[in-house]
């Protein structure tokens, strides 16, 4: 099980207040919740299994949380919490700071240490995701990790943009994944986060070098999404970005098994499949969303369609619906 679903909505409106509560208060980091939105209150949580990381995909009327020493002392899974905002806005404090997190922005904060989030503004649902690590998973000297609890962390430039994508992307495509997807993709999060926290605390020197290449890929294959309608992209092209050699570009595919030409030619077949099982495209030709998304000649990409797919771009539309593969 890579996915487990808890929703409000499956109870009498009466019950649903009470029941989130008593769910967080028994949880394996346990809180106390109070909300002035008792007879409306709505909460929804969708967790993902990650190998030993996890992450809840989360949506509630506004409510305040807070995690007291005592609550500490009856249980702690003594782990990292990354929480990006999506919706609404709340305050987070730890640590004697506290941060405003609006859409777009993170946080950092530790299970083992108190802590409150409450809501701001006037929102009727705040939603989030959540990242929860253990903490030895986090691979960066403990006293560096302190300096960053409860300080804000920007989900909109550079490595924290690149997680942000990654988790939003992650919620939106986790039920095309297998169990031993999430377990890879589960290191993939964790380096990306190592990477933010580094950045932040200039620990860089500390990071390990697979983690660094981890992030670094993470990056390439976000530029690459980013410019798969470019049909000028190269390896050249992405190596130049990204302030590498184009022989360090090739090795770093090499040892995951696969080619850059490969990468960007799978990801672009993709957008174009996904394009020819949109209704509202029904009507564009073929040819213009093989260009859409990178293919300079139209039997070019027929033939790599074909290859890919075991059947034709024409017939796959025809089908009105995807087809798993």
Not at 33 to 58: E, I, N, Y
Not at 74 to 95: I, K, N, V
Not at 221 to 226: A, K
């Amino acid at each position: 099980m890579i996915e487990t679903v808890l929703d409000s909505e499956e109870l009498p409106a009466a019950h649903r207040y009470e029941w989130w509560r008593e769910l967080l208060s028994q949880s394996s980091q346990p809180t106390v919740v109070t909300s002035v939105h008792v007879d409306t209150f709505k909460a929804r949580s969708r967790q993902l299994s990650l190998g030993p990381a996890r992450v809840s995909v989360l949506s509630y009327s506004p409510m305040r949380v807070q995690r007291t020493k005592a609550l500490i002392a009856r249980a702690d899974p003594e782990a990292y919490h990354l929480t990006l905002a999506t919706r609404g806005s709340r305050m987070f404090s730890q640590s004697g700071r506290e941060v405003v997190l609006h859409a777009g922005g993170m946080v950092l904060n530790d299970s083992s240490r108190p802590f409150e989030s409450r809501p701001v503004g006037e929102a009727e649902s705040i939603e989030g995701i959540r990242v929860d690590i253990p903490r030895p998973m986090l691979s960066l000297p403990v006293a560096k990790v302190e300096q960053l609890l409860g300080a804000p962390l920007s989900g909109d430039v550079g490595v924290g943009a690149l997680l942000a994508r990654f988790l939003i992307d992650l919620a939106a495509e986790s039920g095309s994944c297998r169990p031993k997807d999430m377990a890879r993709l589960g290191v993939v999060m964790t380096d990306l986060i190592t990477v933010l926290v580094a950045h932040h605390v200039d620990a860089a020197e500390a990071v390990a070098p697979e983690s660094r290449g981890q992030a670094l890929m993470a990056a390439i294959l976000g530029f690459i999404d980013d410019h798969l309608g470019d049909a000028d992209l190269s390896p050249a092209v992405i190596a130049a970005a990204h302030h590498i050699s184009v022989r360090t570009l090739h090795l770093l595919f090499e040892r995951q098994g696969r080619t850059v030409a490969k990468v960007i030619r799978h990801r672009r077949l993709e957008r174009c499949r996904r394009d020819l099982a949109e209704p509202l495209l029904a009507q564009r030709p073929i040819h213009a969303i093989a260009a859409r998304w990178g293919f300079r000649h139209p039997q070019a990409f027929s033939r790599a369609f074909r290859t890919a797919y075991g059947i034709s771009a024409r017939d796959y539309r025809r089908q009105g619906t995807p087809r798993a593969v």
